[in-house]
């Protein structure tokens, strides 16, 4: 079925997909990447261990930014109710 | 207790049992009544779908009993809780704009209508509705008892007193208001949460002389409690990724959520509601865990899990404030169960009676039945809350991943995949719900990760599976899709 609303829904479906992974990459690396070491011994960025402050904070903060950027540019408005043609 | 703290939670209980009555003129004016009481007319708009989202989503364990746990393990708990991050995008934009075409064109009101449609199966019908009740039912009265231990807790009221002045609130503006209701009053109540969690996040880091401050003492009483794996390596890596599917991605699975990325008017307010509702959850969950786990060194000592938040609040902040504060917790509760509430009213009103017992009813009858299966449904909660059986205590423990195991994959693949047929929905549900007991009961953490992990990756193999193999016995594939 050649049908323009669902290609536009699939679509930012696996954009949404997408986004998990990268939100889980960044996540997951900098948590374990930097934290795995002696807690006695951990970089402190703006008063909280460098591990949490780019996995959580930053992190989550990019994410955010990331998906204002998805929505404002790949993100297409679809009319909900009107029946279209296949 | 000050009343200057229960002031502000007074005005909140009132402006909340106003729009119950404003709600209910929607409901007595609409002509399509189910639509309206169900699902609030299709009109939401992008704040409102965030915040019924979010605040559907967040709970009691979001406010008092996950900043507890955070208290005692420390920065590992913050990392865990941010496992949640995706429920704020990715529930929408999965379901999202499919979901909403789909049951537009199926004219679904509930999730089990979209279900019905497409899988034709009453057993996958029965399936849905026997989980939706039993586990929804669990999970409420789970966080209606830990509503009145609140009210309890802060007023000084007795647990009996405080159950029932908490069900007359909820009840009387789910029962008049319906889903206009429960989605307006969750747009207060999560705006609450995130400027409760701000005002109480900045209380304690002053409280605690700054974050340098703060970490510095955490360092000194036990290293452990800032480093990812929390106090004595309690946590792994494949632990706590795990929670991502119990708390992040599978959230599409959760009745409650899903049936809301069907109430939104158009793409724009879906659109806003991603961002927002994103920006929500990460303030509440970062904010939430991170308040528990500063708080250790503003309050030490603190022996109970539930009463840090309370302490804490009560503590750092002048009474008023902390008035407005506490609101939170309540409202987070709150939200939870009117969406719960509607959610289990509308499988039996809409999906069992009057689909299997009076199709014919007339819209007068359908009109009080559901006032009254609402009503009922509450009060039978209620009573539950005053002394939970055992089995209900059991049945919630298994709701929530329970729940995601059934009915993730009926929906992303009944949304998707055209071949997905009812023999394997049957499949992956049975499969799914059957293993996370079996695995929660009997080897619960096996291989080190969260029980619901497996039950999910097997209900997607069974699904598959199934459908490939019976795939031809299925005459006519929806065109819907």
């Known amino acids: 079925m050649k049908n323009e609303r669902y290609r536009i829904a699939h679509r930012e479906a696996w954009i ?36 949490f402050f780019y996995s959580c904070i930053a992190g989550t903060a990019f994410m955010i930014v990331l998906i204002f950027i998805v929505i404002k540019f790949f993100f297409k408005d679809v009319d909900f109710e009107e029946e279209d043609e296949d | ?81 941010l496992a949640q991050l995706p429920a704020g995008y990715f529930v929408l934009m999965i379901l999202g704009k499919k979901f909403a075409i789909v049951t537009r064109k199926l004219k679904s009101i509930t999730l089990i209508d979209f279900l019905r449609s497409r899988y034709n199966s009453n057993v996958v019908v029965w399936l849905s509705a026997i989980s939706i009740v039993i586990f929804l039912f669990a999970s409420m009265v789970a966080q209606w008892v830990g509503g009145a231990r609140l009210i309890e807790s802060l007023t000084g009221m007795s647990y009996t007193t405080a159950l029932f002045i908490f069900a007359v609130v909820v009840l009387v503006y789910v029962i008049i208001g319906g889903f206009r209701a429960v989605a307006l009053t969750d747009a207060l109540q999560g705006s609450i949460m995130v400027v409760g969690t701000i005002i109480l996040l900045v209380g304690v880091v002053i409280a605690g002389g700054g974050i340098d401050n703060i970490m510095g003492d955490l360092v000194k009483e036990n290293a452990e409690l800032v480093s990812p794996f929390g106090v004595g390596h309690a946590y792994s890596p494949a632990y706590v990724s795990s929670f991502w599917i119990l708390v992040g ?35 509440i969950m970062f904010g939430m865990h991170l308040i528990g786990i500063f708080g250790r060194t ?81 009060v039978v909660v209620v009573l539950m809350s005053l002394n939970p059986p055992e089995i209900i205590v059991w049945l919630n423990m298994f709701a929530f991943g329970g729940l995601e195991a059934v009915f993730i994959w009926p929906i992303v693949l009944g949304l998707y995949w055209k071949k997905a047929n009812k023999f394997g929905a049957i ?55």
């Open chain 1, 16 to 51: 949404g997909v997408a986004l998990v992974i990268v939100n889980f990459a960044i996540w997951y690396g900098f948590a374990y990447g930097l934290g795995s070491g002696d807690p006695e011994k951990y970089t402190y960025v703006f008063g909280f261990p460098a591990w």
């Open chain 2, 1 to 81: 207790m000050h009343w200057s703290v229960i002031a502000p939670l007074i005005v909140f209980v009132i402006i909340i049992f106003g729009i119950g009555f404003w709600s209910n003129k929607f409901v007595k004016s609409s002509d399509s009544f189910l639509s309206e009481y169900f699902l609030g007319g299709r009109e939401m708009g992008g704040f409102l779908l965030a915040m019924t989202m979010m605040a559907t989503y967040g709970s009691a364990s979001s406010f008092i009993s996950g900043p507890g746990v955070a208290y005692n393990t420390g920065l590992g708990w913050v990392l865990l809780a």
């Open chain 2, 249 to 283: 991605v599978g959230v599409i699975g959760l009745p409650q959520i899903a049936v809301r990325a069907m109430s939104y008017k158009n793409s724009r307010g879906m659109h806003s509601a991603i961002l927002i509702g994103t920006i929500g959850i990460a303030t």
């Open chain 2, 298 to 378: 503003v309050i030490p000592g603190i022996e109970l899990g539930d009463k840090v938040m309370p302490t804490l609040t009560m503590g750092v902040l002048p009474p008023v404030v902390a008035g407005i504060v506490l609101a939170a917790p309540m409202a987070a509760i709150m939200s939870t169960v009117n969406a719960l509430l509607m959610m289990v009213s509308s499988t039996i009103v809409k999906d069992i009676y009057l689909h299997y017992i009076k199709p014919d009813a007339s819209d007068d009858h359908v009109r009080k039945t559901s006032f009254l299966v609402t009503a009922v449904v509450g």
């Open chain 2, 427 to 481: 499949a992956g549900m049975v499969v799914g719900l059957s293993m996370y007991i079996v695995i929660t009961q009997y080897f619960p953490n096996v291989l080190g990760v969260h029980s619901v992990t497996f039950p999910v990756i097997s209900a997607l193999i069974a699904f598959v599976l199934v459908s490939f193999a019976t795939h031809r016995k299925i005459k006519d594939t929806p065109e819907f899709i």
